[in-house]
């Protein structure tokens, strides 16, 4: 990730897939998901965008593109898949990215005052991230040859 910083703020230049599997490697497996959760999202808007053909450059369609912004990860997901622009497996994986995320950030709440619960598995957030990376790659791919 390129990190830039100016006296009050910060800037990212955008996270690759080399950066995650080295969190990944290192032990920093919230980080990983985290990352990896946040620029499947970005990939899921941009597919979103190129697919419909919504341009940031159209004034006309300004209420649309800031419409496009305020979509969450599962809507995205949900209006590519029911346009048929993802399939129903890429849909499938992405449910599952998200719901180890969001099972991942509610332990981190949780644990602080239940300490006897079981966690996540070092495996599965592998597993997940695994699927998460293939798809990052899938997206990328899909959007370059649109």
Known sequence: MSLK???DHLFFGGV???YIMESLKTGHFIEAIQLL???LEALLRLLFMISFKVKETDEDKKQTLESVHE?????LSNALFIANIISKKQFNSLILC????NRIIHKLFEQKYDVDKKTISKSECKR???????????????IETI
């Open 5 to 7: 910083k100016t006296d």
């Open 16 to 18: 690759d897939q080399n």
């Open 37 to 39: 959760h946040s620029e």
């Open 71 to 75: 979509l969450n990860y599962r809507s």
């Open 98 to 101: 998200n719901k180890l995320r």
């Open 128 to 142: 997940v991230a695994s699927i998460g990376l293939e798809l990052m790659e899938e997206f990328t791919n899909k």
